[in-house]
């Protein structure tokens, strides 16, 4: 509803500035002697402005109230969120032993963007937890781009050993690439190298993690369920376990990503 809402927000207020101008062109107009109104035509039109205004101006107010409410919930989200993935690291940690400082998790969103009927949608990143500093890809993810737009879309966990996946692909030219991924449209999803990328996305996300596993951030209601991002956990590089993806590929690591990404759809259904 919010994406909606949001483009009928926009429309009243082009066409509220649109009456407004009218209006007050028309005013402009009469006061200009180009043409003349009688004294109750020329009421209405100031009517008309005045209310208009007095509208937006009110309008404007509430928007504001509700963008304060809404960083205040947006920060308590984060808060509670964080904190979750900061529990999910050290638990992996107690689990698999590899350093804390090692690995990191982020919650990314489903968001729809744009205006109907051109909008489309991207995984925003919600909050995240890491130990130690590294550079961003810049890359904005979609659902069915990546491990995590892979999770999504097919809506299961996935534990990709992104690094074997770097060396397999290293030697490909664009034109390959291109040529691979348009191959891979005819295969099962699982079986995806390129993990939907284009090329200058996977030059760009190259090296930078070693095995990444996502699972999806599922909401419920009394109706239906659906898919409201991914939690995923990383391993970074450079890797100083040889056996990183046989770790996180553990039942219990699974089962504490999976309790994780539930706590968390607990927390955005408190907030939202």
Request: charge should be neutral.
């Amino acid at each position: 509803m919010g994406p909606h809402w949001s483009q009928v927000r926009l429309g009243a207020k082009i066409l509220s500035a649109t009456l407004t101008f009218l209006a007050g062109l028309a005013l402009a107009g009469h006061e200009a002697e180009l043409w003349q109104f009688s004294p109750r035509e020329e009421f209405r039109l100031a009517s008309v402005s005045i209310t208009l205004l007095f509208l937006s101006l009110t309008a404007s107010a509430i928007h504001q109230w509700r963008s304060e409410k809404s960083e205040v919930t947006l920060r308590n989200i984060r808060q509670g969120v964080t904190y979750s993935l900061h529990a999910l690291l050290f638990r992996i940690q107690d689990e698999t032993g590899i350093d804390v400082r090692d690995l990191g998790a982020t919650v990314h969103l489903r968001v729809r963007t744009g205006i109907w009927p051109f909008h489309h949608e991207q995984l925003v990143p919600l909050a995240w937890a890491r130990f130690r500093a590294t550079s961003v890809s810049g890359i904005t993810w979609r659902p069915g781009v990546g491990v995590i737009g892979r999770c999504v879309t097919l809506g299961r966990l996935l534990i990709v050993d992104v690094a074997a996946l770097d060396r397999q692909l290293e030697s490909l030219t664009e034109a390959e690439w291109h040529e691979l991924a348009q191959r891979e449209q005819q295969e099962p999803p699982e079986q995806s190298r390129t993990l939907g990328m284009s090329y200058r996305e996977w030059q760009r996300a190259r090296g930078k993690f070693s095995v990444i596993l996502a699972t999806p951030l599922i909401g419920r209601s009394s109706t239906r369920s659906e898919i409201l991002g991914c939690v995923s956990v990383d391993v970074m590089t450079p890797d100083p376990s040889t056996d990183s993806y046989e770790l996180l590929s553990e039942e219990a690591v699974q089962y504490a990503v999976s309790a994780a990404a539930r706590e968390i759809s607990n927390v955005l259904a408190a907030f939202l």
